[in-house]
């Protein structure tokens, strides 16, 4: 059973830096891709990042393109997203995802496992 569970949310102000973690457990997640989606209240979920389980490739949305840093530690299970820069329109729930295959994907049907998500809300 995989298992995603991300933190590091919270209440920032613009400006501001925030690093999310999603671990994740239950299975090798070798050639596995991991991503990072948002939504904000009364907006679908997109896109936000992507990185393959070996940290050898990583894909990011135009929006956070230069301010967002996705990484992976293999020891610790765990994929990373330091987000530098915030801004106000970054508010929404971050949520993690693992699709099985090799491509990193922007669709989020893609994906096969998702976490609860990690609110994150900026100020202005």
């Known amino acids: 059973q995989v298992q995603l569970v991300e933190s590091g949310g919270g209440l920032v102000q613009a400006g501001d830096s925030l690093r999310l973690s999603c671990a994740a457990s239950?299975?090798?997640?070798?050639?596995?891709?991991v991503g990072w989606f948002r939504q904000a209240p009364g907006k679908e979920r997109e896109f936000v990042a992507a990185?393959?389980?070996?940290?050898?490739?990583?894909r990011y949305a135009d929006s956070v393109k230069g301010r967002f840093t996705i990484s992976v530690d293999n020891a610790k299970n765990t994929v990373y997203l330091q987000m530098n820069s915030l801004k106000p329109e970054d508010t929404a729930v971050y949520y993690c995802?693992?699709?099985?295959?090799?491509?990193?994907?922007?669709?989020?049907?893609?994906?096969?496992?998702w976490g609860q998500g990690t609110q994150v809300t900026v100020s202005s």
């Open positions: 995802a693992v699709d099985r295959g090799r491509t990193l994907y922007e669709e989020r049907g893609k994906y096969d496992y």
């Open positions: 239950g299975r090798s997640f070798f050639n596995y891709v």
């Open positions: 990185i393959s389980w070996s940290g050898g490739s990583t």
